[in-house]
Antibody, heavy 118, light 107 residues
Framework: EVQLLESGGGLVQPGGSLKLSCAAS????????MRWVRQVPGKGLEWVSA????????HYADSVKGRFTISRDNSKNTLFLQMDSLRAEDTALYYC???????????WGQGTLVTVSS | EIVLTQSPATLSLSPGERATLSCRAS??????LAWYQQKPGQAPRLLIY???NRATGIPAKFSGSGSGTDFTLTISSLEPEDFAVYYC?????????FGGGTKVEIK
């Protein structure tokens, strides 16, 4: 089955760190660019970060630049998001998504919830 | 940075009615626009890409149109499963931006 499965979310204090994972299955993970998108519960979607298939290119939203790092391990079909210096405003459901053959987000995980609070 | 403005914020309609959703870009994105549907508790789902192409498995009741700065998503006849939030998104340049969403609710 073609799917993405996020993990690693949880409760963390402001200033803390968390590393999210996204396990891909059912497709050739290494040839697809991948993205992280977040959503504050009840609010809209916000693109967070992107990485090319071979990890040569990465992009970040200004709101997370310098604090978050996207990476991937193609040998393990896994996407990561290292989140440092977390703030209350980073609280959200974090989705990983695949950029499909038509260059849009054609496959999404179910999300993992990150809560930043003291 | 391109801004996508969706209108209306909420659309109250009855099953069987036609829904017309708008997405306006602050500058031209040519036809580089997609529409997603999100139901409560679910991840978004790609409906329309490149302004007017239906994604795999999307029924013909969903159609997209427009180019440049003005885009429309039309649902020809609403069924109960279509009541959801709809987002537009562009990919013309970085950062990738989503519109604020339109909630289609049952009247």
């Amino acid at each position: 089955e073609v799917q993405l499965l996020e993990s690693g979310g949880g409760l963390v204090q402001p200033g803390g760190s968390l590393k999210l994972s996204c396990a891909a299955s059912g497709f050739d993970f290494s040839i697809y660019s991948m993205r992280w998108v977040r959503q504050v519960p009840g609010k809209g979607l916000e693109w967070v970060s992107a990485i090319s298939g071979g990890s040569h290119t990465t992009h970040y939203a200004d709101s997370v630049k310098g604090r978050f790092t996207i990476s991937r391990d193609n040998s393990k079909n896994t996407l990561f998001l290292q989140m440092d210096s977390l703030r209350a405003e980073d609280t959200a459901l974090y989705y990983c998504a695949r950029r499909g053959i038509h260059l849009w987000f054609d496959l999404w995980g179910q999300g993992t919830l990150v809560t930043v609070s003291s | 940075e391109i801004v996508l403005t969706q209108s209306p914020a909420t659309l109250s309609l009855s099953p069987g009615e036609r829904a017309t959703l708008s997405c306006r870009a602050s500058q031209s994105v040519t036809n580089s626009l997609a529409w997603y549907q999100q139901k409560p508790g679910q991840a978004p789902r790609l409906l329309i890409y490149d302004a007017s192409n239906r994604a795999t498995g999307i029924p013909a009741k969903f159609s997209g149109s427009g180019s440049g700065t003005d885009f429309t998503l039309t649902i020809s006849s609403l069924e109960p499963e279509d009541f959801a939030v709809y987002y537009c998104q562009h990919r013309d340049n970085w950062p990738l931006i989503f519109g604020g969403g339109t909630k289609v609710e049952i009247k």
